[in-house]
Nanobody, 125 residues
């Protein structure tokens, strides 16, 4: 069983930066890859970025060049550095872990079994 706890959310003006962290515990060797998702009320959860254990990354088009996903395997921590934030980035951000490969892509929520409780990011114009 994997437990995920996000932190680092907050309110920032457009153009600003935030760094999200996700501390993982339990089931360390069962994670094939990890990802960040976001969701606003009334909309489906969206894959933002994902990273395999070997460091291979994937990003949704709207954040390419602005967001960077990284991981510190020694600390069992996942990060999301968010720069040049826009009001449309406002959402609840979730960390997730995939214990095995599926037919879904790395950015599809169906690939993930374990989820954190979320951290709110609000970007004002």
């Amino acid at each position: 069983q994997v437990q995920l706890v996000e932190s680092g959310g907050g309110s920032v003006q457009a153009g600003g930066s935030l760094r999200l962290s996700c501390a993982a515990s339990g089931g360390t060797y069962s994670r094939v890859y990890m990802g960040w998702f976001r969701q606003v009320p009334g909309k489906a959860r969206e894959g933002v970025a994902a990273i395999k254990r070997d460091g291979t990354t994937s990003y949704t088009d709207s954040v390419k060049g602005r967001f960077t996903i990284s991981q510190d395997n020694a600390k069992n921590t996942l990060y999301l550095q968010m720069n040049s934030l826009k009001p449309e980035d406002t959402a609840m951000y979730y960390c997730a872990a995939a214990p095995w490969l599926t037919t879904w892509t790395m950015l599809h929520p169906g690939s993930y079994k374990y989820w954190g409780q979320g951290t709110q990011v609000t970007v004002s114009s």
